[in-house]
Each structure stands twice: as structure tokens, then as C-alpha cells.
């Protein structure tokens, strides 16, 4: 698929019930631009509703959500259902050629068990990527929430930004984009001021290890930095509440931080089409 341009976007589940109408619009011009975009989505907000329901008390281990066989039949309700198919029909509604599927379906996420300690709680081992191109290739929209499988059969929670980040290298994506309910990297997160409009690997690096970076930002610089490694050529963490293109080579029209593999960033040209 590297013959066509191509974006995969990650949607917080924070920011799912906030999104700016221009988040649709950007997602239909490109599609409409002939630019082949996969939508990856998590569902926490929606998860610890159900699980308030049912009285039980969400735990996380280092940010990522401990499942137990109780809890793992409420992510898959949420996730599969609820979210996939609210955000489907938003995505329609705009005018997105879009379909909704979970990371089980066609064994598209290929995981093992992570730790014992978090429970049903899975590790990308592999992306069939089948299913994916098949849809992208006939011009539908697929848009996947974040469950897994394991070759017994065994389904499993997997964190959005790590699946995304998975998706995007095995699709051999040109960008990578992650909506979320920030602005993106602070450059002085204590005072949240100063947000980074491009930085590299290099630069992200030095922040988690100065402390800069922290808490829930980890999880989508690592799935950043890792996509870097590949294909991948950049990463936009953008605000999802607030206006804004999926073009991150705009001076004007978009919000957030990109992260680039080359050093000299600011002179990096996307090969996407603008929006």
C-alpha cells in the first residue's frame, strides 16, 4: 500500500464524545483526495461508565486498564459496540464511506497475553493486514476498536495507541495521527505552556527523561516513537475538542505537536494531499 498515501487516526477515548465537527470533515476530504485513512478508537470514559453500572471498581497498573473476565465482557460491549458503532454512524453522517470492526475480526490484531498481573490485557505480536486493505483498497473507511485475539481464540483489551501505532507500520502509513484531549507536548507541562510544534525523536527522548513528558503522554510518544522506526514518517498528537486539519504541514489551520524522523523538521514537506 505504499504506492498510495495513506493516514491512520487514533481517537482517545477522552476525546470521543468532544470532537470538533471539523475532525469529520477532515477525515471525508481526505478520503474524498483519494488518501486511504484507518480510524483506530478506545473507549475508556464509556468503559468506566458500564463498569459504575455494575459496581465495579476500574483499576490501572501503569496506565493501562487491569481486565478481568468480568471486566473484559464490559470493554467488549463498550469498544465492539457502543463506541465502534456511535462513531460509524457520526463518520457516515458526514459523508465518510465508513464500516466498523474490532481488531478480532479477520485476526486483524494478533496478540498475547501482556502481563499476568493486568489480566486479559494483550500484546501486539502481529497485524494481519488483510481485512484492512481489502476495504481501503475498494475505498470504505475502516474503523477498528482496540481488542485483540490470541491463536486460542482468546480475546484481549489492547491499548488504542499502541494498536494504532501497530496498524499504522504494518499499513505502511504516510502519517500517523493521534487525537486526544490536550494540545499536544508542553514544553512546560507544569504551567501547560508552550506547546511544541515539531520535534523529533531525538527531542522526545530528552523530555520523558527530564521529566517533561509524563503520565498518559507516555504511552502516545512511545506508539509515535516506535511508528518512526518504519514507514511512518510523522506523528500529529493533536486536541480533537478544538478546529483542525489533518494536514500538519499548515502554519495555519491546525493545532498540536508533530513529530518527524528527520532532524532539520520544520523543513519536512507531507506527501499528503492538504485539507
Known amino acids: 500500500m505504499a504506492d498510495v498515501p495513506s493516514v491512520v487516526v487514533k481517537i482517545g477515548g477522552s476525546v470521543l464524545e468532544r470532537l470538533h465537527p471539523s475532525f469529520y470533515e477532515a477525515c471525508v476530504s481526505l478520503q474524498q483526495r483519494g488518501v486511504r485513512v484507518a480510524v483506530v478508537h478506545g473507549g475508556g470514559p464509556v468503559i468506566n461508565r458500564l463498569l459504575e453500572r455494575s459496581e465495579i471498581r476500574p ?4 496506565g493501562l486498564r ?3 473476565a468480568e471486566t473484559l465482557t ?5 469498544l465492539a459496540g457502543l463506541v465502534n458503532k456511535d462513531l460509524v454512524a457520526r463518520l457516515q453522517a458526514a459523508g465518510a464511506a465508513a464500516v466498523g470492526l474490532s481488531g478480532v475480526d479477520g485476526k486483524l490484531l494478533q ?8 489480566g486479559y490485557v494483550g500484546e501486539v505480536t502481529g497485524v494481519e493486514t488483510a481485512l484492512l486493505s481489502a476495504l481501503l483498497e475498494k475505498g470504505w473507511m475502516p474503523v477498528t476498536a482496540s481488542l485483540g485475539v490470541d491463536e486460542a481464540g482468546q480475546i484481549y ?8 501505532g501497530a496498524i499504522a507500520r504494518a499499513l505502511h502509513a504516510s502519517r500517523m495521527v493521534m487525537v486526544t484531549d490536550v494540545p499536544g ?3 512546560s507541562p507544569e504551567k501547560k505552556e508552550g506547546v511544541l510544534r515539531t520535534v523529533t525523536p531525538a527531542a522526545v527522548r ?3 527523561q527530564n521529566g517533561k513528558i509524563s503520565g498518559g503522554m507516555i504511552p502516545k510518544v512511545s506508539a509515535a516513537l516506535s511508528c518512526l522506526k518504519g514507514p511512518v514518517r510523522e506523528v500529529l498528537i493533536v486536541d480533537g475538542g478544538k478546529p483542525f486539519s489533518l494536514d500538519g504541514t499548515k502554519e495555519e489551520g491546525w493545532n498540536g505537536t508533530r513529530i518527524v524522523q528527520e532532524e532539520g523538521a520544520d523543513h519536512v514537506v507531507s506527501h499528503l494531499p492538504t485539507v
Not at 464490559?74 to 463498550?78: I, L, T
Open 206 to 208: 530528552d523530555l520523558i
Open 185 to 187: 507536548i508542553y514544553a
Open 111 to 118: 496478540v498475547r497475553q501482556k502481563d499476568s498481573s493486568l
Open 66 to 68: 487491569v481486565t478481568d
Open 157 to 164: 483489551n489492547v491499548n488504542a495507541d499502541t494498536a494504532a
Open 74 to 78: 464490559w470493554v467488549q460491549m463498550a
Open 59 to 62: 483499576s490501572f497498573v501503569r
